[in-house]
């Protein structure tokens, strides 16, 4: 703000308006002040901004999110590097998904199954079947299988999310 102050000061000194230029010369000069004043407070609160995003949010999300079997790496994923999204949320039902290594889903998992059993492991594994590389994933409402990369924003049926990971797991 002292920046501010010294400016208004300065701009004081240097302009003398006459009758015949006075109105329309002034006018001009304080528009342009209040330009230089407005950018710098623009630029403060960019600074601000972006020093606060990055001191306070050391938190990023998967572009896009994958589901993957075993051999892809769980963790943050980006167009660059690929990997099975391990911070996933539905936003159908509220919940975190959960997925399980080494496991496809019987045919018998439905909404019902799921929405009675979630978040019970020892319950869900009655309709696991183990098949080395694979991953299966569910939330409360929905569930899949993978054994490749799946990218999330291809599959429009299931309303997962990535919830974001912390910057320690890049």
Known sequence: MEELDDIL?????HHSFSEAEGDIQEAGDRTDLNKYIDEILENQDTLHQSYTIATTNNQMKCNPPFLSGTLMKKGLSSNARQRACDSLHCTDCDSPIISVEDSIWSSKVDYYFLRTNYPNMDKLKLRLKHKKGSRAY???????????????DERVELRWICRKHNDSVL
Request: with cysteine; charged share 35%; net charge positive.
């Open 9 to 13: 000061k300065d701009e004081g000194k």
């Open 138 to 152: 569910c939330c409360q409402c929905k569930s899949i299988t993978a054994a490749k990369a799946i990218r999330l």
